[in-house]
């Protein structure tokens, strides 16, 4: 792995920008809306990073960020559906992280 591009530097804060900003929404609102499904835009612009295995990065980083959402949101839903709600999303993410990996070259 060389070092990343000027490119890759640009994505990579527009993507930890994206990744924080999904954060503060969803710590922000109440534990029944889906604001980490948000956090799809970060993760599909890391498939155009070079480093091959910032999509698992970004995945990663995301799920840690929807179980911390989880302890910090204000409370809204019930406790069943706001896990099943998260659980829900971390599933989502990694799939989606593995068909964005999936489809490059």
């Given at each position: 792995?060389?070092?990343?591009?000027g490119?890759?530097?640009?994505?990579?804060?527009?993507?930890a920008?994206?990744t924080?900003?999904?954060?503060?929404?969803?710590?922000?609102?109440?534990?029944?809306i889906?604001?980490?499904?948000?956090?799809?835009?970060?993760?599909?612009?890391?498939?155009?990073?070079?480093?091959?295995?910032?999509?698992?990065?970004?995945?990663?980083t995301?799920?840690?960020?929807?179980?911390?959402?989880?302890?910090?949101?204000?409370?809204?839903?019930?406790?069943?559906?706001?896990?099943?709600?998260?659980?829900?999303?971390?599933?989502?993410?990694?799939?989606?992280?593995?068909?964005?990996?999936?489809?490059?070259?």
């Open positions: 792995m060389g070092a990343f591009t490119e890759d530097r640009i994505l990579i804060l527009v993507i920008a994206l924080a900003g999904v954060f503060v929404l969803d710590v922000l609102t109440p534990s029944g889906s604001i980490w499904a948000l956090y799809v835009l970060p993760l599909g612009l890391a498939r155009w990073i070079l480093f091959r295995q910032f999509t698992w990065v970004v995945a990663g995301c799920t840690a960020l929807i179980i911390l959402g989880y302890f910090h949101s204000p409370p809204g839903a019930s406790f069943d559906v706001a896990v099943i709600n998260r659980s829900l999303g971390v599933l989502m993410v990694w799939i989606a992280a593995f068909f964005l990996q999936s489809g490059r070259a």
